[in-house]
Nanobody, 126 residues
Framework: QVQLVESGGGSVQAGGSLRLSCVAS????????MGWFRQAPGTEREVVAT????????VYADSVKGRFTISQDNAKNTLYLEMNSLKPEDTAMYYC???????????????????WGQGTQVTVSS
């Protein structure tokens, strides 16, 4: 059974920064795709950023481009999300997820991801 454990969430003021971590119970390089997703109350879960672990290629939601950075440290089996210039609209529960399939080097939509963490709350105040 694969476990993903997120940490690093918290409360910050607008303009602040946070770094989320996700430790996997097995090699992160064994997952073709990993990503960060978020869900605010009353809204659907949405992608924040994904990484195709083999090539290290990344994809970001338009709303976070230039502010967030996804990265992986395979030696530590850890996925990161560096979040800068945070805005109140970034407030959500953030989830780490891993998928066992990548099609043509492209990560699938969030509903297809096989493994999920429990989430870490990020709250940004204005």
């Amino acid at each position: 059974q694969v476990q993903l454990v997120e940490s690093g969430g918290g409360s910050v003021q607008a303009g602040g920064s946070l770094r989320l971590s996700c430790v996997a119970s097995r090699y992160t390089s064994s997952f073709p795709c990993m990503g960060w997703f978020r869900q605010a109350p009353g809204t659907e879960r949405e992608v924040v950023a994904t990484i195709y672990t083999g090539a290290g290629s990344t994809v970001y939601a338009d709303s976070v481009k230039g502010r967030f950075t996804i990265s992986q440290d395979n030696a530590k089996n850890t996925l990161y999300l560096e979040m800068n210039s945070l805005k109140p609209e970034d407030t959500a529960m953030y989830y780490c997820a891993a998928d066992i399939v990548a099609i043509g080097g492209i990560c699938r939509a969030w509903r297809a991801y096989k493994y999920w963490g429990q989430g870490t709350q990020v709250t940004v105040s204005s």
